[in-house]
């Protein structure tokens, strides 16, 4: 079946600096890929996304590019803010009539 | 704009008790999902509606009731809750089940003793 498997954190960095969190997937077919994020005591929003090959979604500075020749969609940010400390989710939609395939999560901890 | 909206947000209960958590949303969506989030485990989906009228088991339905009431609610019950309950649940919906982008409600946090 799908599956997504995200770094595991923490992750903590200086304001300012590179931010880059590993996804990798397994599906067949041609999957979407997404980017959720998740700050403290609030539910889930979509971060970006990327529904085919060499597509690369960004938003708020982020950005992931799909890349079905690795099977990943690694997300970057060039200068960390404290305000970005939240938690990332990677996360798919398969072929067909799935429901979405999340990743763990992976938390991230920017200080000033 | 409303979006998603849970109740209650925080719920203690005994051992054995029972409740249901409600969710509404006001997007016109067809699909509507439960998940609970746990440390280390990420998001595990109990149920799902794919449109109004239809019900599925997701990854961890044990223990667990739904209804979809109609288009805009879709409620979670325990009918005899245990410890392992204890988590955050999440109620989301989107369009349709394949379209990939979930609006999601801030969360129940529910403690069983």
């Known amino acids: 079946g799908d599956s997504v498997t995200q770094m595991e954190g923490p992750v903590t960095l200086s304001e300012e600096a590179f931010l880059t969190i590993n996804c990798t997937y397994t599906?067949?077919?041609?999957?979407?890929l997404f980017w959720y994020v998740q700050y403290p005591g609030e539910g889930l929003q979509l971060l970006l996304k990327?529904?085919?090959?060499?597509d690369k979604g960004s938003n708020k500075g982020f950005e992931a590019t799909y890349r079905k020749e690795t099977t990943s969609f690694h997300l970057e940010k060039g200068s960390v803010q404290v305000s970005d400390s939240a938690v990332y989710f990677c996360?798919?939609?398969?072929?067909?009539?799935?429901?979405?395939?999340f990743g763990k999560g992976t938390m991230l901890l920017v200080s000033p | 704009n409303a979006g998603v909206t849970q109740t209650p947000k925080f719920q203690v209960l005994k051992t054995g008790q029972s409740m249901t958590l409600q969710c509404a949303q006001d997007m016109n969506h067809n699909s509507m999902y439960w998940y609970r989030q746990d440390p280390g485990m990420g998001l595990r989906l109990i149920y799902y509606s794919a449109s109004e009228g239809t019900t599925d088991k997701g990854e961890v339905p044990n223990g667990y009731n739904v209804s979809r009431l109609n288009k805009r609610e879709f409620s979670l019950r325990l009918e005899s809750a245990a410890p392992s309950q204890t988590s955050v649940y999440f109620c989301?919906?989107?369009?349709?089940?394949?379209?990939?982008?979930?609006?999601f409600g801030e969360g129940s946090r529910l403690t069983v003793l």
């Open positions: 990327a529904t085919k090959a060499d």
């Open positions: 599906a067949t077919g041609y999957p979407s």
């Open positions: 989301a919906s989107s369009e349709w089940v394949n379209t990939g982008e979930l609006f």
């Open positions: 996360a798919l939609s398969g072929s067909g009539y799935s429901t979405l395939t």
